[in-house]
């Protein structure tokens, strides 16, 4: 089915702005990725440096 999600995952909405959605394009390009997969890369690396910091 398209446009689905897997059951273990979510979907949300973020606002960001136009200038940091090109950037983050740009990076996901530049690295032969998804802007959604380079999103999810950057949010879990934060969340782990966090974990590891405490």
Not at 3 to 21: F, W
């Amino acid at each position: 089915m398209s446009g689905s999600i897997a059951e273990h995952n979510t979907r949300t909405n973020i606002t960001i702005s136009k200038e940091l959605k090109t950037k983050l394009e740009q990076i996901a390009a530049s690295e032969n990725r998804s802007f959604n997969n380079l999103v999810i890369t950057v949010l879990k690396d934060f969340v782990s440096s966090r974990n590891t910091s405490k």
